[in-house]
């Protein structure tokens, strides 16, 4: 029974601590890679800020990667805990 609690509490570990890193990596393009773009500004692309524009454009494709490296790593977390989807019983 012992064995079994030990595994759920390193699984939700392993979650929890992905979980926060991703929270944080979000929060960095999310809102502080946006306070540093004016720099950018004097300079234009496609009639854009060039500041602006990097700062949107990288966000939504590293709000992309994020999605599938969280949702790489927990299958990766369940699987090692034995809670993968994918395993079938005969």
């Known amino acids: ?3 079994s ?3 759920r509490t390193r699984h939700w570990e392993r979650t929890r601590n992905l979980t926060i890193i991703v929270l944080v990596v979000w929060f960095v393009f999310a809102l502080l890679v946006h306070w ?3 720099s ?3 300079m234009s ?3 854009f800020p060039l500041g602006y524009y990097l700062a949107v454009q990288g966000s939504l494709i590293i709000f992309v990667l994020l ?5 790489w ?3 990766k977390i369940d699987s090692d805990a034995g809670l993968s989807g994918d ?4």
């Open 67 to 71: 999605i599938f490296y969280q949702n």
């Open 87 to 90: 395993e079938t019983e005969d």
């Open 5 to 7: 609690s030990g595994q």
């Open 45 to 47: 692309f496609i009639g």
């Open 73 to 75: 790593q927990q299958d």
């Open 1 to 3: 029974m012992s064995d």
């Open 40 to 42: 950018l500004n004097g």
């Open 36 to 38: 540093f773009a004016n």
